[in-house]
């Protein structure tokens, strides 16, 4: 949040939102969602190597509320009059966050993600994110982690995953 302020990563105000700290409420939230209910509940299904084949598995139902979530945040997005949240013409952390959470879910297993026509918004983000200057030169070096997680086992476990989707 502190690096949101300092770079001007909040937005502006708008016609609709015209009070800052509830334009900042708005965005935290975002925020927190994107990153706790995707991003870290997406290393737990890693960390805990969910087979996805057993939908009894208590981790199994994790993936469900991750889809469940993307689908919120797509629904929030098409909402918006812009490419992004809360009518804002540049991304904010929000949309920062939820780029990231968006594809860390889609590259780690489909199930994560909810059907096609539910996250059409949070793949015209993903793309017009990837246009962005400073994320365009990221993808286009192949700067991208090679690895989700630093566990000794996640190759093999994303290795078996790759097995059972062919």
Request: with cysteine; proline share 2%.
């Given at each position: 949040q ?41 290393f ?21 509320n ?20 809360y ?9 920062y ?12 297993h ?49 290795a ?7």
């Amino acid at each position: 949040q502190l690096l949101a302020r300092k770079f001007n990563l909040y937005g502006k105000l708008t016609s609709s939102i015209v009070d800052q700290d509830l334009l900042h409420g708005y965005i935290d939230g975002v925020v927190s969602c994107a990153y706790t209910d995707v991003i870290l509940n997406s290393f737990l299904c890693i960390g805990s190597m969910v087979d996805f084949s057993d939908e009894n598995n208590l981790m199994y139902r994790l993936t469900k509320n991750i889809s469940n979530v993307l689908k919120l945040l797509n629904n929030l997005l098409k909402k918006s009059s812009t490419s992004f949240y809360y009518d804002q013409l540049e991304p904010t952390i929000a949309d920062y966050f939820v780029f990231e959470a968006f594809t860390i879910a889609r590259d780690y297993h489909h199930k994560l993600i909810p059907n096609e026509e539910d996250c059409q918004e949070l793949m015209k983000l993903e793309q017009i994110m990837k246009e962005r200057p400073g994320l365009a030169n990221y993808f286009n070096k192949h700067l991208l982690f090679k690895r989700f997680t630093g566990s000794l086992t996640e190759s093999e476990y994303l290795a078996k995953l790759v097995d059972r989707h062919k």
